[in-house]
């Protein structure tokens, strides 16, 4: 639903939508807002990785990610967005102050397809909480993201395990030069599952470079989140 109209909205905000209270909000580093909300769980319970969305406004929706499930009750939800969008479900985000109420739109959780056992993950700054909440586990992936030079330097301090490239110009860039230079270089050759999270063109691209590179078609998920001069996905 990135854009539909009002009372359509009001419709799914009526049947999916979850009371929530923001408790947090803070930018960790530039380009970066967390946001925590003491949130009424949807059937099933909140998980890391599920996927929410807001209605920024009455006729648009935006979709974000559970990064961190928590408290006494698992009420409290997590998410780490990218501010680089600026339209309009960035504001919304930045406009949130602890106190503040609003609805959060989510179904049970429905995991993304994860295969293999040696997996590796890729993401940009828009993927990052959900990196964060599907590779956090114990299964020790290859997690590589790009993420804006400004910023990376706190994503390598605060996630020691994930291999943090500065973002070139153009989205994506850096990540498939590493992919490619990886690959060619006889690296991730144990990989048999991968997962390709944040620009459209770039997980596009990723895709039919491990493909090429013999990884089995079954076992790569992509998950398109943004492309240019798109509104909402
Ligand atoms: C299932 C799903 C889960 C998602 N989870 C998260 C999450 O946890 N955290 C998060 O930060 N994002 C997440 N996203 C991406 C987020 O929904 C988009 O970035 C969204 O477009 C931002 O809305 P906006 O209104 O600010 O910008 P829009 O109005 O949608 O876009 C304005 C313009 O900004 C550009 N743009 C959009 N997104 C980005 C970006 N990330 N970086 C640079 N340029 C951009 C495009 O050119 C677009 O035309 C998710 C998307 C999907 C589909």
Same mark, same amino acid.
């Not at 990135?2 to 049947?15: F, N, Q, S, Y």
């Not at 530039?30 to 909140?46: Q, S, Y």
């Not at 989510?106 to 828009?126: F, I, N, Q």
């Given at each position: 639903?990135?854009?539909?109209?009002?009372?359509?909205?009001?419709?799914?905000?009526?049947?999916?939508?979850?009371?929530?209270?923001?408790?947090?909000?803070?930018?960790?580093?530039?380009?970066?807002?967390?946001?925590?909300?003491?949130?009424?769980?949807?059937?099933?319970?909140?998980?890391?990785?599920?996927?929410?969305?807001?209605?920024?406004?009455?006729?648009?929706?935006?979709?974000?990610?559970?990064?961190?499930?928590?408290?006494?009750?698992?009420?409290?939800?997590?998410?780490?967005?990218?501010?680089?969008?600026?339209?309009?479900?960035?504001?919304?985000?930045?406009?949130?102050?602890?106190?503040?109420?609003?609805?959060?739109?989510?179904?049970?959780?429905?995991p993304l397809r994860e295969r293999g056992a040696r997996r590796l993950y890729?993401?940009?700054?828009?993927?990052?909480?959900?990196?964060?909440?599907?590779?956090?586990?114990?299964?020790?992936p290859?997690?590589?993201?790009?993420?804006?030079?400004?910023?990376?330097?706190?994503?390598?301090?605060?996630?020691?395990?994930?291999?943090?490239?500065?973002?070139?110009?153009?989205?994506?860039?850096?990540?498939?030069?590493?992919?490619?230079?990886?690959?060619?270089? +006889?690296?991730?050759?144990?990989v048999d599952g991968a997962v390709l999270?944040?620009?459209?063109?770039?997980?596009?691209?990723?895709?039919?470079?491990l493909?090429?590179? +013999?990884l089995d078609r079954g076992a790569c998920t992509v998950?398109?989140?943004?492309?240019?001069?798109?509104?909402?996905?």
């Amino acid at each position: 639903m990135p854009t539909a109209p009002a009372a359509l909205g009001r419709l799914v905000e009526g049947r999916i939508g979850r009371s929530a209270r923001v408790t947090s909000v803070r930018a960790p580093a530039p380009g970066f807002l967390e946001v925590e909300m003491d949130a009424e769980a949807p059937p099933g319970g909140w998980h890391p990785g599920h996927e929410v969305q807001f209605r920024v406004t009455p006729t648009q929706g935006r979709r974000y990610t559970v990064r961190s499930v928590s408290g006494p009750d698992a009420r409290r939800i997590g998410l780490l967005a990218a501010t680089a969008a600026d339209g309009p479900g960035t504001d919304f985000l930045r406009r949130l102050r602890p106190g503040d109420r609003t609805t959060v739109l989510a179904g049970r959780h429905r995991p993304l397809r994860e295969r293999g056992a040696r997996r590796l993950y890729t993401g940009d700054a828009s993927a990052l909480g959900t990196l964060d909440a599907l590779a956090g586990g114990g299964s020790s992936p290859t997690v590589v993201v790009e993420v804006p030079a400004r910023a990376a330097a706190w994503v390598a301090e605060t996630r020691p395990a994930f291999h943090v490239l500065a973002a070139a110009p153009g989205p994506g860039a850096e990540l498939l030069r590493r992919l490619e230079r990886e690959l060619r270089e +006889g690296a991730f050759t144990e990989v048999d599952g991968a997962v390709l999270l944040g620009h459209a063109g770039t997980v596009q691209r990723a895709r039919r470079t491990l493909l090429a590179a +013999g990884l089995d078609r079954g076992a790569c998920t992509v998950r398109a989140y943004w492309a240019e001069g798109k509104r909402g996905l």
